[in-house]
């Protein structure tokens, strides 16, 4: 009974890590996308799909931080109400997430400082890998130390987006998408000292994390530059304009504005 009790004791000391943590997550993509939309180069004018996941997208933001706050502050009832609802949230994340993809490509127009083919492969595996943890986590959500950990290495695998946009991308071509992948590493790394520094050890739920996140970004690598990658871009953009676009090749720069 007495390590019971040191255990729940234990994870409640570490709440103001995973709430302090989604904060901070939720600043970078936040202020990401902000920046976009302050320089210029995002707007209101954009389709009506990539509003639709905008939508979808920061709805999920706003989940995690108030069930992180849920959970660690309560009531324990709305974290668990809630709860059944990002389930749901997920697949229509899975959704939109495939929607806006296909659609960007069939329309030629993923952004010029990544491959057209390696766009359209790491963001799907990305959006698998968020969903995979987030089940991983919804199944072991009775294991607090597990559900918690796994819940924030999903959100992790998500900050790529945020962290590119506050990011000069265009100077790290060809690396674009590696560099904006790596900073949401920081937040894993801050979990598992924690730990080291709590238990004199780290939660493997932190290994499996890191494993899942490092094994998609070096499986995108593989298929990206593989015949299935190319069938793979073949049968998304056949009969559109994308078809047109060289798959492994980075588009020339937009002229500059004004």
């Not at 924030?152 to 265009?170: K, N, S, T, V």
């Not at 593989?226 to 073949?234: A, T």
Request: some cysteine; hydrophobic content about 55%; proline content about 7%.
């Amino acid at each position: 009974m007495a390590t019971v009790a040191d255990d729940v004791g234990a994870e409640r000391r570490d709440d103001g890590f995973f709430l302090w943590s989604s904060l901070l997550m939720a600043l970078v993509l936040v202020a990401g996308f902000s920046v976009q939309l302050v320089a210029g180069r995002s707007s209101f004018g954009a389709p009506w799909y990539v509003h639709a996941h905008a939508l979808v997208f920061f709805g999920w933001v706003v989940i995690y931080v108030a069930q992180t706050a849920f959970a660690t502050r309560g009531p324990m009832r709305l974290h668990r109400l809630l709860g059944w609802v990002a389930v749901g949230w997920v697949v229509a994340m899975v959704i939109a997430g495939f929607t806006v993809i296909a659609l960007k490509i069939r329309a030629g127009q993923a952004p010029f400082f990544f491959q057209p083919q390696h766009f359209l492969i790491a963001n799907p595996l990305i959006i698998l890998l968020f969903a995979s943890l987030t089940a991983a986590a919804v199944s072991m959500r009775r294991q607090t130390d597990w559900h918690r950990r796994l819940h924030m290495c999903a959100m992790i695998a998500l900050l790529g987006p945020g962290f590119g946009r506050l990011l000069p991308m265009p100077l790290l071509i060809p690396w674009s998408y590696q560099i904006a992948n790596l900073p949401g590493l920081a937040f894993l790394a801050a979990g598992m000292i924690v730990d080291h520094r709590r238990t004199g050890e780290v939660h493997p739920a932190w290994w499996w994390g890191l494993g899942a996140i490092l094994g998609v970004m070096i499986g995108t690598e593989l298929i990206v530059h593989s015949p299935l990658g190319s069938l793979i871009y073949e049968a998304v953009t056949a009969g559109s304009p994308g078809a047109a676009v060289a798959p492994l090749e980075f588009a020339p720069p937009p002229p500059p504005m004004g």
